[in-house]
């Protein structure tokens, strides 16, 4: 377990993927978003910010993903060079 704390402090002074936070913390993927939904519950009254994934073939964003692991496929044009969403927090 990751602890917000240090998530939070981490993620107000820089943009991550969750790729770049498992490396960080030496943790899973699926661990770390557990620990971004709580971030997202105690940074209030800031906020967990969710730059979306973006198709890199077509430009198509990934807007109304709720889920916060970046998709397979670009629902546009199919392509799979989708890129990876970027969390930060504004304290
Ligand atoms: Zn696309």
């Not at 699926?30 to 997202?40: A, F, H």
């Not at 073939?57 to 889920?67: A, L, M, Q, S």
């Amino acid at each position: 377990m990751t602890g917000c704390k240090v998530l939070i402090e981490l993620l107000s002074k820089q943009a991550m993927t969750l790729r770049e936070l498992a490396e960080w913390f030496h943790a899973d993927t699926k661990e770390l978003l557990l620990d971004l939904e709580r971030v997202s519950q105690s940074v209030k009254p800031g906020k967990l910010i969710m730059d979306p994934s973006v198709c890199r073939n077509c430009g198509y964003v990934f807007k109304d993903r709720e889920k916060r692991r970046r998709p397979s496929k670009c629902p546009e044009c199919k392509g799979e060079k989708v890129s990876e969403p970027v969390f930060s927090v504004e304290l």
